[in-house]
């Protein structure tokens, strides 16, 4: 079991894998992966604690039920999953600024936090509106040809790509 | 018997559990659950993330298309218009290169102790995903629906039989992964 320690495997083997557990997961349990609905139903779920059950009457939530359901113990799994993984290979280290970061931007702990904060706000937004994330429409989506995808995943690039060398080519 | 285990809520929770488990591993054996593999990609000096998902997509596409021809899976393709893929795309991809996880990889990179995930990126998300629900009202039926093709798949769009678009697709896909890993990223 010296593999499952191993620091990095080829990528193209941990993509073949994913498309493999793409297959199981259309299998046994009818579904594409994604990730991005067991945010949305999640901030439901923070708010009716604190407003209560009229919260479920947003239209929104009419629309994906605030109840915990397969993606997000999916998400929840990843957490694990990759925990296990990075401890299995000692690679696991509580950091709050990451190296690349660190180097051009600063070691700041607040400097990079919100930044992070602010950018998981837009993409949290933009997956929602766009109605699915990396995993739902940039993997799960294009392998199925869906026209909605392809186009998706495209723009997640266009858009990305575009942030980030404004970021770290003209900003910084 | 499958639509039993389809329908058996408890048992899926379970299931979707331990696929969660399986996905976070690959992931993080995969390199991506790092911010510096992440924001590589998007600064095209690193292509590791291409790598894993074109690869994902090749065998995924191949595979489940063969599974639905013999009958073992069912397809969901997504609904979508241009007003939702295209700028929900675009508004998606900025935040993208400003956190430098997305919400699969954000989770999972959590896992590994990244702080900023897990107290930046994770709890951004989740209120960019509320704040969508508020909009939504507002959105829906307009914008949301400009251009709108429904659960359109490519073979659909070009009314050709579905393998006419996936061996072509593949081949493809297989000859951009060899022109980057002979350019050496």
């Known amino acids: ?172 | 018997m499958l639509n039993t285990l389809h329908g058996n809520k408890k048992m899926q929770l379970t299931l979707g559990f331990w696929m969660g488990i399986v996905f976070g591993f690959l992931l993080q054996k995969g390199g991506v659950t790092q911010y510096d593999i992440i924001i590589g990609q998007l600064l095209l000096k690193d292509f590791t993330v291409v790598k894993i998902m074109l690869s994902a997509v090749l065998v995924g596409m191949i595979g489940v298309h063969l599974l639905g021809d013999i009958g073992l899976a069912k397809l969901h393709p997504k609904a979508g218009s241009i007003g939702t893929s295209v700028i929900g795309g675009l508004i998606f991809g900025v935040g993208f290169g400003i956190l430098g996880y997305c919400p699969g990889t954000v989770a999972a990179a959590a896992g590994t102790g990244a702080l900023d995930a897990l107290l930046g990126g994770v709890v951004g998300i989740l209120l960019g995903a509320w704040l969508f629900a508020l909009a939504y009202p507002k959105l829906q039926g307009k914008i949301l629906s400009k251009v709108d093709f429904g659960e359109l798949t490519l073979p659909q769009l070009f009314k050709v039989n579905q393998w006419i678009v996936i061996v072509p697709l593949a081949i493809m896909i297989v000859l951009l992964l060899l022109l980057i890993a002979k350019a050496g990223l």
């Open chain 1, 1 to 172: 079991m010296e593999f499952l320690r191993a620091e990095q495997w080829s990528p193209y083997l941990v993509g073949a894998l994913i498309g493999v557990l793409s297959w199981i997961t259309f299998i046994i349990s009818d579904k594409p992966l994604g990730c991005s609905t067991a945010f949305a139903r999640t901030g439901g779920m923070i708010e009716r604690i604190f407003r209560g059950k009229k919260v479920e009457e947003r239209p929104y939530y009419k629309k994906f039920a605030l109840a915990v359901d397969w993606e997000w113990m999916l998400v929840l799994g990843v957490i694990i999953g990759s925990f296990l993984s990075s401890h299995l290979s000692g690679r696991f280290i509580w950091q709050w600024v990451p190296g690349f970061w660190s180097e051009t931007i600063g070691a700041g702990r607040f400097a990079r936090w919100l930044p992070a904060l602010a950018g998981g706000v837009i993409m949290g937004f933009g997956a929602r509106w766009a109605g699915g994330c990396t995993s739902g429409h940039g993997i799960s989506g294009t392998l199925q040809l869906a026209v909605s995808s392809w186009l998706a995943a495209l723009c997640f690039f266009a858009g990305g790509i575009a942030s980030a060398m404004l970021i770290f080519h003209v900003l910084v």
